[in-house]
């Protein structure tokens, strides 16, 4: 798919009528910072295209993806809630969204509406250079949902050895099975419940990773994740506010943290080149995310 080109000067209205859109679907929405890097790249390719933040409450999601259709969207980012919800409403799935089993990308094309997934490939691309993982290596992952899937295929791919870490054991169990599926060299599931063995499994792992929203209103993990010691790495998948409680209580404790910003510009690349059939900015995209990210960080004045 191609699209026209605009000229961005000062002098240049836009968008215009011609404009089209691509949005972010989730509950909520507004924190993201998926607009910023999104139009920073759309301005970098001269697209007329303009990405937007779409607050969708549950009960919502399949009226608000048929109107998207019905106004002539490009695409969409789905996030929390939604990532496993939206697959219902797509006519076909690529083989990595069947895969993973949830939808973070949709893309309005001449044959209906596909749902993808991105997620795996974004969180596997920042994972190996942030972390530079060996085969076998020890995770833990924390969650059953969307997320928590498409990390398991990124550590499956790395030949990790993963520890998933839930509520519910059969929930925990399907995300083993598809690490498993991936090339895991080992899986085993502890619930949070089980506090013996969570200790245990979280010691004896160099990562644990967090898949779930919790950070995102301050609240801390489960009491073994934030005792991390030296040499370990809390790596957690939010990036609003960049410093989580999972992040600040690794640190204290001289373990190290990541946040999730690299996986946020890694798999919007992936988005980008769906929707537009270009080479995505990455550079760009990461400088737009960073910045805004900074920004968000300071305090604001009285």
């Not at 607050?55 to 919502?60: C, K, L, M, S, W």
């Not at 919007?268 to 900015?281: D, F, I, K, L, N």
């Not at 805004?292 to 009285?302: G, I, Y």
């Amino acid at each position: 798919m191609t699209f026209e080109s605009v000229t961005f000067e000062a002098s240049t209205a836009w968008p215009t009528a011609s404009t089209r859109i691509v949005v972010l679907l989730g509950w909520p929405a507004r924190h993201s910072l998926s607009p910023e890097l999104h139009n920073a790249a759309f301005r970098a390719d001269g697209l007329d295209l303009v990405y937007l933040a779409v607050p969708t409450p549950p009960h919502a999601v399949h009226d608000v993806v048929a109107a998207l259709g019905t106004v002539e969207a490009v695409g969409a980012n789905v996030t929390v809630p939604h990532k496993r919800s939206v697959v219902e409403a797509c006519d076909a799935l690529t083989a990595e969204a069947q895969l993973v089993g949830a939808v973070n990308t949709l893309h309005w094309t001449e044959d209906g509406l596909i749902g993808d997934n991105t997620d795996a490939r974004g969180l596997g691309e920042a994972l190996t250079a942030d972390l530079s993982p060996a085969p076998g290596e020890r995770w833990v992952l924390f969650g059953t949902g969307g997320a928590a899937r498409a990390a398991a295929v990124a550590l499956g791919r790395l030949a990790g050895a993963v520890t998933v870490v839930g509520r519910r054991q059969a929930a925990a169990e399907e995300v083993a099975e598809l690490a498993a599926r991936t090339g895991a060299s080992d899986v085993e599931v502890v619930l949070t419940e089980q506090g013996e063995s969570l200790s245990a499994a979280t010691a004896a792992a160099r990562t644990v990773l967090n898949a779930t929203p919790l950070g995102m209103a301050g609240e801390a993990l489960p009491a073994p994740f934030m005792e991390l010691r030296p040499g370990q790495v809390a790596y957690d998948l939010v990036y609003d506010p960049a410093e989580t409680p999972f992040l600040a209580a690794a640190r204290a404790r001289g373990a190290s943290g990541h946040h999730g910003l690299g996986m946020l510009v890694g798999q919007a690349a992936v988005s980008y080149e769906r929707w537009t059939g270009r080479s995505a900015p990455r550079a760009t995209m990461l400088a737009a995310a960073t910045a805004a990210l900074v920004a968000r960080q300071q305090p604001e004045r009285p």
